[in-house]
């Protein structure tokens, strides 16, 4: 009885250590049939419900959702057989209205960090700056569901293989093949719940995608197989996760389940052990024949009526939609949208006024979003194709002290941008304006950081240099907490880092305007700079670059505060209304570096980034205050 019992537990140990180093042996695959035990890496939107489900997007715009396996593979890059690997997953893309984007992508990476990518057709992997480079060492799988026409898309619907670039090494429309070869189209963002296989075999050198609808089994033939040799691209050490990205049109982008395999064939998934997908409001039900009959009937009555109404509304909301236009109809709001947002541009909806055309604040129909919109008046040439192109990209720009500039529409002659509302309406209004009180000095001092901090972003930090252009308080518009944002990018100039920009016409503003800009017309981050040392003499002063004093005499601010500096008295060109509430140091600094940045000598100014440097040297007075 006893050696019984001890050949049992001997047997239980046995087949114990079996399991153990069979799931040892195991650590290079995975299977999740819902995603609550995972403890993936997520970044992002990304987010798992209580279900299981993975969500990589919601119904924000412009965003990014990253899901990844925690733990890197390890690949034996000197070994063909090692570099094989399998995986199969269920996903659902869901729009959110008719049409959405931008897409999601299966994707094998060095690193998890993208925070650097951009959203919409970069889907969250890349941006501007880096697509394209050998050294990204990034394969991925795309679902593409917008047609893009900077990356060579044909189609709207697409899969594609990505290798350090967005631009596909090989794409195909969605779809499957039958038992009987027959090829079925598949729409990625029907809403339902769509398999994909992606398989590359290291000795073949063959990457094989294959799609199918949830309940048909593996299709023989892949809809992709493409001859790659991706030694030089996987390196020893890598992820494997999915990414996904929206645009002004949105989807929210499922993952139900997944499955992979480093060194063999993944293992299939258990459709019925999937989380189900959230519910989507239902068509309603259709009428009955008695109520179909007397819609027809008042349709008929009707008919010459509502082709009146159609055509005077048409042409109340007409708008130029020119071929050359597509590639940006992304980012394009509809006149109609906008002219219910604000009343018919009605004059109560006025938050703003400036020699480029009025601003009107308004509300988004379809989505309650305050919005405000400026009408520009344009000639129709071939010059808005460069201007639009420049719109679209700045519409990428994202930092806290810039205002959102979320779209445009063109209507006849005129040219309408949509950007964020900030309902304490311009920094000119509530500085040179009698409302009490008004501004102390620490807001003061804060909407000067800011402007600057947002203007060194455009200079030195984003993928292109952003000349403004027209920096002054009426295109500083505050928060609801009086935080400044700089806006209005109508005169606004993208060129590359380390090229001259070609800029030849005047424009701006008198008073901010640098003296080389007044005789040769060409602007830089110089004359960006010259402009925003005047507006810091004018918030510090409460005075305009340029005033009219009795009679004929005009004073210029910034003579005029040279002239103080001179006389030893630099502190009297502070703004009385302060009533010396305020740190003398700090103040005679910042009127002293708006002075350095208004030089005449464009050279001798300093770089936003000095500028950056100074403040942050005053900011400590104030710490020690």
């Known amino acids: 009885m006893g050696a019984a019992l001890i050949s049992c537990h001997f047997w239980q140990f046995f087949i114990v250590s079996l399991i153990s180093l069979a799931l040892a042996e195991d650590e290079d695959q995975f299977i999740y049939h819902g995603f609550n035990e995972s403890k993936l890496h997520l970044e992002g939107l990304a987010k798992i419900h209580p279900n299981g489900l993975l969500q990589l997007t919601n119904g924000s715009e412009l965003k990014n959702g990253h899901a990844f396996f925690p733990f890197p593979f390890k690949f034996n890059t000197s070994s063909s057989k090692s570099l094989s690997f399998s995986t199969n997953f269920v996903f659902a893309i869901v729009p959110v209205n008719d049409s959405g984007g931008h897409g999601m992508a299966f994707v094998i990476s060095p690193y998890i960090d993208f925070s650097t990518a951009s959203a919409t057709e970069y889907l969250g992997l890349l941006n501007r700056t880096n697509n394209g480079l050998s050294t990204n060492h990034i394969i991925a799988v795309e679902l593409d569901t917008v047609q893009s026409v900077d990356f060579n898309e044909t189609d709207g619907n697409h899969v594609g293989i990505d290798l350090n670039n967005l631009l596909s090494n090989e794409s195909s429309p969605a779809a499957y093949f039958s038992k009987e070869g027959n090829n079925i189209s598949l729409n990625l963002q029907s809403g339902k719940r769509i398999q994909i296989w992606i398989d590359y075999d290291g000795q073949e050198k063959l990457l094989n995608v294959t799609l199918a609808p949830i309940m048909i089994p593996k299709p023989y033939k892949p809809l992709l197989s493409t001859p790659l040799d991706l030694s030089q691209m996987i390196l020893d050490s890598m992820y494997i996760g999915f990414s996904a990205s929206t645009g002004t049109i949105i989807s929210n982008h499922y993952i139900l389940g997944w499955s992979f395999n480093r060194g063999g064939q993944a293992q299939n998934l258990d459709i019925s052990k999937l989380p189900p997908l959230p519910p989507r409001r239902k068509a309603s039900k259709?009428?009955?024949?008695?109520?179909?009959?007397?819609?027809?009937?008042?349709?008929?009555?009707?008919?010459?009526?509502?082709?009146?109404?159609?055509?005077?509304?048409?042409?109340?909301?007409?708008?130029?939609?020119?071929?050359?236009?597509?590639?940006?109809?992304?980012?394009?709001?509809?006149?109609?949208?906008?002219?219910?947002?604000?009343?018919?541009?009605?004059?109560?909806q006025v938050i703003g006024e400036g020699g480029f055309g009025k601003v009107y604040g308004g509300v988004l129909p379809s989505s309650n979003v305050q919005i405000a919109v400026k009408r520009v008046s344009h000639n129709s040439n071939e010059g808005m194709k460069q201007f639009l192109a420049e719109i679209v990209s700045m519409r990428r720009l994202r930092h806290r002290n810039l205002v959102q500039?979320?779209?445009?529409?063109?209507?006849?002659?005129?040219?309408?941008?949509?950007?964020?509302?900030?309902?304490?309406?311009?920094?000119?209004?509530?500085?040179?304006?009698?409302?009490?009180?008004?501004?102390?000095?620490?807001?003061?001092?804060?909407?000067?950081?800011?402007?600057?901090?947002?203007?060194?972003?455009?200079?030195?930090?984003?993928?292109?240099?952003?000349?403004?252009?027209?920096?002054?308080?009426?295109?500083?518009?505050?928060?609801?907490?009086?935080?400044?944002?700089?806006?209005?990018?109508?005169?606004?100039?993208?060129?590359?880092?380390?090229?001259?920009?070609?800029?030849?016409?005047?424009?701006?503003?008198?008073?901010?305007?640098?003296?080389?800009?007044?005789?040769?017309?060409?602007a830089g981050t110089s004359t960006d700079i010259y402009a925003f040392g005047v507006f810091m003499l004018e918030v510090a002063s409460g005075r305009r670059p340029i005033e009219q004093q009795e009679g004929t005499e005009t004073i210029n601010l910034v003579d005029w505060v040279i002239d103080c500096w001179k006389r030893g008295v630099i502190l009297n060109a502070t703004d009385p209304r302060l009533e010396g509430l305020y740190v003398e140091e700090q103040m005679e600094k910042v009127l002293k570096l708006g002075l350095f940045c208004s030089l005449p000598n464009p050279a001798a100014r300093p770089s936003m980034r000095q500028v950056m440097q100074y403040q942050m040297v005053m900011l400590s007075f104030q710490i020690t205050v």
Request: hydrophobic residues 35%; positive net charge; contains cysteine.
């Open 405 to 522: 500039l979320r779209g445009y529409c063109r209507r006849r002659g005129e040219l309408l941008l949509v950007y964020d509302y900030m309902p304490n309406g311009s920094l000119d209004k509530i500085l040179h304006g009698k409302k009490k009180p008004n501004l102390n000095w620490f807001q003061r001092f804060r909407i000067i950081r800011g402007v600057a901090s947002g203007l060194l972003y455009l200079h030195e930090e984003w993928e292109q240099v952003v000349l403004h252009r027209d920096i002054k308080p009426g295109n500083v518009l505050l928060d609801s907490d009086l935080n400044g944002k700089l806006g209005d990018f109508g005169l606004a100039r993208l060129y590359d880092h380390g090229s001259i920009p070609q800029t030849t016409n005047l424009v701006g503003t008198v008073g901010y305007m640098a003296p080389e800009l007044m005789r040769t017309g060409k």
């Open 286 to 348: 259709k009428p009955g024949q008695i109520v179909i009959v007397l819609l027809v009937a008042i349709g008929v009555v009707l008919t010459t009526i509502i082709t009146a109404i159609y055509i005077v509304t048409k042409r109340k909301y007409e708008e130029i939609y020119e071929d050359w236009e597509r590639e940006y109809s992304p980012h394009r709001f509809s006149y109609k949208n906008l002219y219910k947002a604000t009343k018919g541009f009605k004059d109560k």
